[in-house]
Nanobody
């Protein structure tokens, strides 16, 4: 059974940092893109960042320069380092694993991601 489990969320003041981690089990995702999405109350789920199997990274404009995604294929994990957090970053953050062969230009689209975690809450106070 495939599982993605996020951790590292919490409450932080504006300007602070958090590091989210996602541990995958049940199969290896070394050849799959991995992504982070978020959903704020009353809003649709939106793309945050993704990393291809080869390490190519893409970010939403709203987090570019503040967030960094990384992966450790040996550990089957993906991380999201979030710096200079803003109140508008408050949301539930979801880890997702995509299909092998997903082209880079589709990494920001949620549809190629077949596996999703339950989410971790990030709250940034002003």
């Amino acid at each position: 059974q495939v599982q993605l489990v996020e951790s590292g969320g919490g409450l932080v003041q504006a300007g602070g940092s958090l590091r989210l981690s996602c541990a995958a089990s049940g199969r290896t995702f070394s050849s799959s893109p991995m992504g982070w999405f978020r959903q704020a109350p009353g809003k649709e789920r939106e793309f945050v960042s993704a990393i291809s199997w080869s390490g190519g990274r893409t970010y939403a404009d709203s987090v570019k320069g503040r967030f960094t995604i990384s992966r450790d294929n040996a550990k089957n994990t993906v991380n999201l380092q979030m710096n200079s957090l803003k109140p508008e970053d408050t949301a539930v953050y979801f880890c997702a694993a995509g299909r092998s062969g997903t082209p880079y230009y589709r990494l920001q689209d949620a549809r190629p991601y077949d596996y999703w975690g339950q989410g971790t809450q990030v709250t940034v106070s002003s």
